[in-house]
């Protein structure tokens, strides 16, 4: 089955492809170690009868009951003198042959059940799916009972009772990642492009299911091979004299007693052989899922990993901001790939002020926001230069429990998407009072009567009953002045906002807007507010920070950038921005892309896209200079006021 | 209207749900689109513009026939559209094509860029091996990626040119109108101009007649000759887009626009009112813009008041009792 | 909530025919003369066509099976020629007994699969999490039937701590601490897999959770580790288990089958390998239905128990 996904794509993608994939199973060394067990076993099931063993069905009474190391009988022999050694491997032959068997069939049937009903939707799904329910109505094990019992005791029926009731096993999910794929867009344009239903579901549909059905048959394979030997355990699968391990067991089971070798030895075995196939089968899972590929799956700690080579001593806090960071540098450490997505970012923050932190994706924007507070994921996130300072205290020298005390009281966080940002599980009111007993000693009802007025503040009507709702219950501008109302909590100095209009509507854009400047000068916290937009920039910033590739280029107040901005990154940023009431204006696009913060380039990272780029652009890295007062700009040629670039 | 329409919308409606269940109560039921009508002219750019759950993707979806209406009619040179989806989708898609709002989605992860460019060429054109190959250069030089793209899966590209392979695509069958669901929603500004720019040269290269679908009012401004405003289902304005931009009749489309941000606009007009959209299940009668309206009366409440001229020009319609900036009755 | 339950409970009856429909069609699959099937190769010719008028055999399939049903409404699941005794009073003998190590079973696997997800999930990567995932990879990689024979050979009869066989001691037993005694190893051997299960899906559930906005929102509000860990990523991470728990009563009732067999427990499981070897199928059929219906009710219990943790789900 692997064979065919690999060679049913084309040759340059099979070589580009393979030993990758090969590369990332065999780094894993458990899957590593199953695999070598599992081709050994496999080899010498194949193997059996050309192998110098001894007969397995020769019975021998002299010779019964011999314990294992005996001469001629590494394994001892059974109650009718059979030799073990020889009828664990043609009983493993026979166990391994029916567990793949089983999971082919069930794995065909299933996937084909599973692929029709997903992508036909609608009626046909409706009955195929009851259909399955009901089968998986019955415990598993139950149904395959009750089909060797109408279909009498033996191998193969057996074989046919589990396979049946692995069906829907595989067509539920299986389904399920059609029905999915199936919404895709690349679905909808394949029919666009004018290909049938049986071509989309078969060329586009199934190649992308094809790795599902690996990993699926690749983890119950071991299942099934240890429910054939549970229904021979019983008497209701192999048939003497042929044996599978689980027969072997079962027979042996009646001498426990006096020979528990008989019954020890292929229990062993069916362990040692399931076990092997379920190392490999994770092994295989990993490689295959995307999200496990990428180290996705890996669990974020409560703060962000500080590593800082050198302790920052020259670095002291200015005099007159609540944050001040400085030279910070945060890396991604992604399988031996370094993305320095922070290289060194200074960013200060007066009282009341907000700071607009504007860039495209992959700046590094939202990364330095989150490392202030120690909220970039690690791994593979880590912070490994400059400073924070909050008023005197450098934020990553502090302890851990020094930094939950900060978090949510002297600085909060408002982030992006105001449904995924709340938990879905608790009421808002829960949310909010916990957010508030976080960091105050006062009952839970006084928190309950602050949390009111917090929903007044951020001008939601009828605030009781609203404590009371989930955050599905509400819609986007609500949940987002939800946000709002828990960053203000606890009087921060500093609120952190990361994209916190982007996933809402434009009306309800301005409305949170314009409540976050008037909230933040009738409490006067400073903001750092992340964007990529620059209208949303003239809103409410009073400074701005324009990012790329990991860098500040340029920093000054919000008119001087927008009227006179004097990095050319930032002048072709605001003239490839469509205007409103501008129709007329040439988009002036920036040619080609940002460069990947993995493989920057030592000088500037925009000269390959700069117009005014020169040789002296790319030869070292660029300082920043301060080109007015509060004004600074990391460019050897900066943009003179009126040039066009 | 002067020239005859290419693309003709008539009071067409998408209802989801509804039916009975098998006890016969009635099962709830949401009008997406609900009396659209609307007449697109050869060459011409109409930008459809509204906020989220307004309709406008199913509106698109409409037109490409990959949804069908439940009422009215959506013709095509004079042909029926949803019938052509049914009967012969493949000569509908040779006319009007779609590009996609998620342009690495719109991509089959498994297949190579030439895989996916080669399947229009095949099955709605059927172009012989070698013309495929000649075609195939002329689509990547029409959106200008470099031919060894074709060789690349969809991963190894960067989102802009994701979004190019999905115009090119569209491209490929020489098709005369091009449904854009939000074209450039998904890319960074950057390189959404250079999506814009190139979709601009492509349209007087080969005289393509657009729809454009957005929620960002600015770039629908910039590509637009005509714009249609939709709120809750329905149109409640469309006009040239000059007009509808420098003059808007419907408080909402006034409210868009003051709410849009612009590089320089210091304050956003707030509006502290509910911004909540109507219960979809249970419509008001009248205007659904009735609760957030500023000059709304006891009329915009009984009746849905008939997309009609408001000001002297013909061509600009708009669905309000008491339209913005005029005191008409 | 008291609403949604009921409407569950209904929405379960057509289950619950369903399962009917099946395990009747599944008695009517029997290749060959069904009451020679039932009454075996000795039957007298008189006796079977007694039966066959009995049972209704000589009508068509509809029929019969409404026939069949209407008996089952009114308790009677006919007699097992096997036991001499009707079917019904035997079944529900023996499903006490099933539901007690069932039970127990599943109470344990919840407990120590959940606790050993979290903390592994936790601990990822950490010792601790490299030895719990040994543990449930040698957990549902050994045969449920195997081990029981392992613990008996140490338990019982090496170490005598606790009884090989049976559910009460035959001379001077029948008390709870009794029923305890002899509970420990069949309960233990049967939620091994179910444990190794529900602990995988536990950490993977954690570990997804984990990552999810919400637990940065609480972290960003400055909730002790903890707390985000106990509160906010464990209520996520067990609304996805709950379901697998309900399923997981279905390979516990399943895998008693083996247990029950090893243990020579007096439960469901060992009556029916017992009834399909002396081919008393009419024994077959009512302990099939009864664990059916069982498995469903635990279904219905885990989805109402998902629903009252999850809000979107009302």
Redesign the interface.
Known sequence: MTEAAVSSAPKARTTARRPDSIRLLLNNSLATGGFIVLVAVALVALAAPFLPLADPDVTAPANRLMPPFSPDHFLGTDALGRDILSRIVWGTRVSLAVGLSATVIAAFFGSLIGLVAGYAAGRVDSVLMRGIDMIMAFPYILLALAIVAVLGPGLLNALYAIAVVNIPFFARNIRGITLGLSRREFVDAARLSGKSNVQILFIEVLPNVLPVIIITMSTTIGWMILETAGLSFLGLGAQPPQADLGSMLGEGRKILFTAPHVSVVPGLMILVLVMSINLFGDGVRDVLDPRLKSGVLTRPVARTTIDRKEAPSGLKPRGDAVLDVQDLRTEFHLGGTVYKAAGGVDLHLAQGECLGVVGESGSGKSVSAMSIMGLVPSPPGRIVGGAAFLGDEDLFSLSDERIRQLRGADVSHVFQDPLSTLHPLFTIGDQLTEAILAHRRITRSQARKIAEDLLKLVRIPNPAERLKVYPHELSGGMRQRICIAMALANDAKVMIADEPTTALDVTVQAQILSLMNTLRHERNAAILFITHDFGVVSAICDRVAVMYAGKVVETGTTEEILNSPAHPYTAKLIDCVPVLGEPERRLDAIEGRPPMVNNLPQGCAFADRCPKAQADCRAAPISVTEIAEGRSVRCLHPVKEGEHV | MSEAALLTIDRAERVFGGGRTIFGMPKPAVHAVQDISLEVRKGETLGVVG??GCGKSTLARLI?G?DRPTGGSITLDGRDIAADAGND??AL?KKV??V???PV????????VRT?LT??L???IGLGKKDQERRLEELMEAVNLAPEFL?R?PHEI?G?QAQRI?IA??L??DPEVIVLDEPVSAL???????V??ILDGLKSRFGLTYVFIS?D???V??VSDRVAVMYFGRIAEIGP??EV?ANPRHPYTH??????????????????AN???PDPYNPPPGCAFFARCPNATHKCKESHPPLEAKSGEATHLAACYHPHGGEEE | MAGYILKRLIAAIPVLFGLTIIVFLIMAMIPGDTATAILGSYATPENVEKLNRDLGLDKSLPQQYFIWLGNLLQGDMGRSYSLNRPVLDEVVERFSATMILAGTSLVLCSIFGLLAGVVSAVRQFGWTDKIITFLVLIGISTPSFWLGLLLILAFAVKLQLFPASGMFAIYGGGDLPDLIHHLVLPALTLSVVATGVIARLTRTSMLEVLRQDYIRTARAKGLAERKVIAKHAFKAALVNVIPVIGIQAGFVMGGAVYIETVFQWPGIGSMLVTAISTRDLLLVQGGVLFVAAAYVLFNLAADVVQTMLDPRLR
């Open positions: 906020e989220s490409v990959l989708p493949r898609a094509q779609y996609f709002q998620d989605s719109s991509l089959n992860p498994r297949k190579t996916i399947a229009p095949v099955h709605l060789d899966y960067s802009g999905g695509r569209a490929a069958a960074d500004v950057s390189v959404q101009a250079q814009l720019n929620h009012l600015s770039v401004e910039s887009a000059r931009f409210l868009l626009l003051q709410s849009a941000p612009a590089p320089g606009r210091k304050s956003l007009v707030p509006e502290d911004t909540e959209l």
